[in-house]
Structure formats: structure tokens, C-alpha cells
């Protein structure tokens, strides 16, 4: 009890708190007693509004006499038009001697009205040194005014005003006053909390920091909270150089990341080329061809990198990955066909891949990633030589049976890596999922590779479990949650080139992606108009619209971008077919236009040459 009577007694809440929120409470009764009794608004804006209800009446005044001119068809009757304008006239010097105005109206520099005794020039000052609907200060005849203008456009009038400063003095001398007190209370307060700011914080901190100055660990006694800051100071500065370390190798990936969203649309577009015409090179030569494997290892390489870019995009948006259902098998197939080709040939590989697997919801590049991160890893493992095992399996977790106590009951899709490596001992166990842990020589890994894949599997609702001993090798079981609704085969069925007949005008500011697309699609049985920008695909459309049956459309062109040359197209014609060309940085902004606009749909770049030809027929064939 006495030592929770002390942390209470010493505690910040009792020093600080308390003591500042009487001071508070004690000011702010002050201020509203003598504040909101003084003001019931501040005295610029209170003039400003009255300023512009008078120059909203005035104009008032002249647009009343405009309309019953305009009522009663007269408006090009000039004798008329003068009468009202006299009548006007007078209504304004009315209105001014009864707010307590000067003033004039001009018109084309010619004084129509004055009342008071403002000179003329400085009704010119005013109109020309301010803006309408303003209030500004002005001095003459040894009287301070404030002043304003407005200008009514039809009939070419610039009317100025002016109103006495004194009419507002009690105004303003309530302000005054209301100011002083408020800053005596002000003082007052400030002075009290100085005071116990200095005792009760600025003297703890200035001891604590002075510790921290020279290097040594900070000793405080006293106010509770500043006792449990001191030692927990202490121990962070402990752990200071393994923190400086760990954050500058945040630094460089955050530098990579963005870095690599900044040249995403550009290394698409690049990678589109070799995508594309890899792709028509294969559908040309059949695949007994000596050419067509390594074909086929250069569109997936190719194909990778493009996902890579999508996964660097997926990181900096915190895991938002494109998902679909998946086969594990089509992804280990696809990694080994690059370790097959990359591995040094003294390590055999060797898989079995289940032959009913079960399907799986995933991003596929992502998982990708992981697998092939587990094979380098495997591959570093064996520089002499050994064997790199990849099997898929269905799994079960029963609730009563479970391997690990995070684990979830369900079943699952498993994949397991297994190399003859040295192996790992327990201790290296238990952190080799940590960031910027890693057991390579400085300068050969960044200790990120294990991590990322760690949150990918867990970010896919999976697990990654690892089971080495040492000279016994290392094994890496992964767990997807499967999908019971269809079973995946072990081979991917061939996918149909669709062909068909028409005019398609391709959008696109870089010239190898118009190429590519005109070289495949002509190759499909289609005609191919070409544009670099939105204003030229416009101006073509308005002279072919009758021939062209389908448009493909990039986002990002000069001149012109997508988004406006769309809605410009749907002005023509509202059933023009639109699939729109994208990279992965703007999936999300299209799939909104898409539901916004009304477009067919989306052509995802890198182009896939068969994906791209069965969307296209699928659209040409709609309705």
C-alpha cells in the first residue's frame, strides 16, 4: 500500500495533470466570462460583412431596375433605359445617405453621382488600387475610412463607397479591452505552468538528457513516469547498434522499392517486347522444334520478371496481390524450368508432383517467389553438389493432431523442398525466418529472402515450417489452404489460340508495343489501325468508326491520355467496344473506370498473346 501511495503521489498524472487542468479550467472560465461578454465576433469580419451586405444591396438595387426593363421589353429603348437609370441613381444616393455612405458612380469615367465630399481621385484610387467586394483603409480630409467598390457589369457602373472608421469604434474598443484581460489571464497561466513544467518535466528530461549527452546511462529518481522512461532509456541504449544496423538496411530496401515503382510502367513496356515475340516465335515452329524449349524457358524468365514487378508493387502496398485459383503444380513446373537451366549440373533435381492436387486462391508470382527463394537457398546450400528434392502432396490438419500449436485444422495443398545440404542446428532454426538474419558471408544475402517468404505464405493464410538437423540436409513444408470444390491436374491442359476477322485500332505511345500488337493480331486474322495518343486515335475513330469494331487503349500516352480519350470515344459512340491496356501500378484505378465508363475490360501488360486473342474474340463476339 505505501509504495502504491508513493507511484501515485509521484506519478506525472498527480505533478502535471492535475495542476494544468485546474489552470486550464480556472483560464477558460476567464475567457469565456470576459471574451464572449466583450465580442460576439471578431471585428475584421464583422466589417468585411457588412461591407458586403451593403455591396450585395447596392447591386441589388441596379439588377431590380435591370429586370423590370427586361419585363417590360424596353431594354433597347434608350430613353427608358436613361429614365431607369436616373431612377436608380436616386435609389442608390437614398440608400447611401441613409447607411451613412459617400460615394460615386462612374460610367466610362464619367462621375454620375457623388455623395459626400470624397474626391474624385480618390474614388479613382480605391477602384483601381483594390479589388471588388473587398474592404480596404483609406485616409482623406484628416478622417480614416474603410472603403470598398463594385462594378455592375451591364450597365458599366463602378460604384465606390465609403463609411466612417468611427462608426465601428465600440466595436473595436470592446476588442481592446477584451484583449487586455484575456492577455493579463494569459500571463498569468503561463507564468504557473512554467513554473511546474520546470519542476516536474523540464528538470527530469534536462537530467535524463544530459546522461544520454555523455554517453551515460541515465539514473533518475522521482516522478514515476520519468523513472520508468529513464530505465527503459537504459536498456534501449543496449540495443542501440543493432538497431542503427537493422534500419539502414530498411533504408536500402525502401530505396529499392521505390525505385522499382518508379520504373514499373517503363520495364513493362520493355519486357513487353520480349514477352510478345517470344510468344509468336513459339506459335510459329511446333514443339518438337530444337528452338522452341529454350523459347519457352525465355518467356517464363520473362514472364517472372514481369511478376517480379507486380510483387515489388505488392510489397509497397502492403500485400494487396492479385489472387486467383491456382495450381501449385503449374508454379513448380515454371520454377523448374529456370533452376533447371541456372542450377550448377552437379545438383540433380528431382520432383514428385501429385497427380490430383488440390487447387489453391494465391498470387501466383508471389508463391512463385517463394519457391524459387527455397530453391537458391537449397542451391547456396550444396556449392559442392547434392540433390534438390520438390514434391506436392494433399495434406490434413486435424484439430487433435495438429504439428505446430498456430496451426489451423483444414486441408491443405503442400509442397515440401528438400536439399543434402550441411543442414541447420536448432538455434539457427529458430531465427532463420528473422529480417536481415542470414548465415551467408557479408555481402552474399541480405538476410530478407526467408523473411519475405515467411509473410507471403502467412499473408496467403498458409504456414512454412522447417525440419534440419546438422549434416542431415534441410526441408521446407509449405501449406496452402485448398480448395475442395475442384481438383487441379497434374498437367496444364493446352490453352486454344482463338482467331477472328475486323478492325481493331491499337492505342499506345510506345511504338514496340503497337508493333507487337500488330504483328500478332494480323497473324490472327485481324485488321490493324495504329495511334500513338489519344487525340490521334480521335481523330482516326471519327473517320472509321463505321470500320473499326474494337479498341485497345493505354492510360498513360502524351497529349492525350486514356482516361480522357475514353469518355471522348463513349461521346461518339456510347457502344464503342474499349478494353483497356494496363500495367500493374493502375489495376485497381481501371477496374473503378471499367464500372464507371462501361469498358469492355482489361488487357493486362505485359501482353499475353493467347490471353490477349481470347478476350479480344470474347468481345467481338458480345453483344
Known amino acids: ?29 476567464a475567457l469565456y466570462l470576459f471574451v464572449l461578454s466583450y465580442i460576439s465576433d471578431f471585428a475584421g469580419k464583422h466589417i468585411e460583412n457588412s461591407f458586403l451586405d451593403i455591396s450585395n444591396d447596392i447591386y441589388n438595387i441596379c439588377d431590380k431596375s435591370l429586370n423590370e426593363l427586361l419585363k417590360k421589353r424596353l431594354i433597347s429603348d434608350d430613353k427608358a433605359v436613361r429614365v431607369q437609370k436616373g431612377v436608380t441613381i436616386g435609389m442608390i444616393e437614398d ?23 470624397i474626391p474624385a481621385a480618390v474614388s479613382v484610387q480605391i477602384e483601381k488600387t483594390s479589388k471588388e467586394y473587398t474592404v480596404s483603409s483609406r485616409e482623406y480630409g484628416g478622417n480614416k475610412y474603410y472603403a470598398s467598390h463594385i462594378q455592375f457589369e451591364p450597365w458599366n457602373w463602378h460604384i465606390i463607397f465609403l463609411k466612417d472608421e468611427a462608426a465601428y469604434s465600440a466595436l473595436q474598443q470592446s476588442v481592446r479591452k477584451a484583449y487586455r484581460i484575456t492577455f493579463a489571464i494569459l500571463i ?8 511546474i513544467l520546470d519542476r516536474y518535466i523540464r528538470n527530469p528530461i534536462r537530467r535524463i538528457i544530459t546522461s544520454l549527452k555523455e554517453g551515460k546511462e541515465p539514473e533518475y529518481k522521482g516522478v514515476y513516469e520519468f523513472e520508468f522512461l529513464s530505465n527503459s532509456l537504459r536498456d534501449i541504449m543496449r540495443q542501440r547498434q543493432e538497431m542503427e544496423t537493422r534500419l539502414f538496411q530498411a533504408q536500402k530496401l525502401e530505396a529499392i522499392g521505390t525505385l522499382a515503382g518508379g520504373v514499373a ?72 524450368k529456370i533452376i533447371k537451366e541456372t542450377f550448377n549440373r552437379a545438383i540433380e533435381i528431382k520432383t514428385l508432383l501429385s497427380s490430383d492436387l488440390c487447387l489453391i486462391d494465391g498470387d501466383k508470382s508471389q508463391i512463385e517467389h517463394v519457391l524459387l527463394n527455397i530453391c537458391l537457398n537449397a542451391r547456396d546450400a550444396m556449392p559442392a553438389g547434392g540433390t534438390l528434392y520438390i514434391e506436392t502432396s494433399n495434406g490434413e490438419i486435424k484439430e487433435e493432431d495438429k504439428p505446430y500449436p498456430y496451426m489451423k485444422a483444414g486441408k491443405y495443398a503442400v509442397i515440401k523442398i528438400t536439399d543434402t545440404g550441411p543442414g541447420m542446428d536448432k538455434e539457427t532454426q529458430k531465427r532463420i525466418f528473422e529480417p536481415f538474419f542470414t548465415t551467408k558471408e557479408v555481402g552474399k544475402g541480405t538476410g530478407m529472402g526467408l523473411a519475405m517468404a515467411y509473410g507471403i505464405v502467412k499473408n496467403h493464410d498458409g504456414f512454412i515450417t522447417v525440419d534440419s538437423e546438422p549434416g542431415k540436409g534441410s526441408t521446407f513444408t ?35 508495343i503497337r508493333s507487337l500488337a500488330k504483328d500478332a493480331l494480323q497473324g490472327l486474322g485481324y485488321k490493324i489501325l495504329e495511334a500513338s495518343d489519344g487525340q490521334e486515335a480521335l481523330d482516326l475513330y471519327k473517320s472509321k468508326k463505321d470500320e473499326i469494331g474494337l479498341i485497345i487503349l493505354d492510360l498513360i500516352m502524351p497529349r492525350m491520355g486514356g482516361s480522357e480519350a475514353l469518355e471522348k470515344l463513349k461521346e461518339i459512340n456510347p457502344d464503342v467496344k474499349i478494353l483497356i491496356s494496363t500495367g500493374y501500378g493502375v489495376r485497381e484505378q ?32 458480345s453483344e
Open 95 to 117: 440608400f447611401m445617405n441613409e447607411k451613412a455612405l459617400k460615394g460615386s458612380i462612374f460610367e466610362k469615367n464619367r462621375e454620375l453621382l457623388k455623395v459626400g465630399d
Open 188 to 195: 498569468s497561466a503561463i507564468v504557473l505552468s512554467l513554473f
Open 1 to 29: 500500500m505505501k509504495e502504491y501511495r508513493h507511484r501515485i503521489i509521484n506519478s506525472l498524472v498527480f505533478h502535471i495533470l492535475m495542476p494544468l487542468s485546474a489552470i486550464v479550467l480556472i483560464a477558460g472560465l
Open 478 to 512: 509449405i501449406y496452402f489452404p485448398a480448395k475442395e470444390e475442384e481438383i487441379a491436374q497434374g498437367v496444364e491442359k493446352p490453352k486454344e489460340l482463338h482467331r477472328g476477322t475486323g478492325t481493331i485500332l491499337v492505342v499506345d505511345d510506345e511504338e514496340s
Open 265 to 336: 510502367h517503363d520495364f513493362n513496356n520493355m519486357l513487353q517486347a520480349i514477352i510478345g515475340y517470344t510468344s509468336l516465335l513459339k506459335m510459329k515452329i511446333s514443339k518438337d522444334d530444337p528452338t522452341y524449349d529454350p523459347l519457352d524457358v525465355i518467356e517464363q524468365s520473362a514472364n517472372r520478371a514481369a511478376g517480379l514487378t507486380r510483387q515489388l508493387l505488392g510489397f509497397a502496398r502492403k500485400g494487396k496481390y492479385v489472387v486467383c485459383r491456382m495450381n501449385i503444380n503449374e508454379i513448380a513446373n515454371d520454377v523448374l
Open 590 to 621: 481501371v477496374e473503378k473506370m471499367i464500372d464507371y465508363t462501361g469498358a469492355a475490360g482489361v488487357i493486362q501488360k505485359p501482353y499475353n498473346i493467347i490471353e490477349m486473342a481470347g478476350i479480344i474474340k470474347k468481345v467481338l463476339s
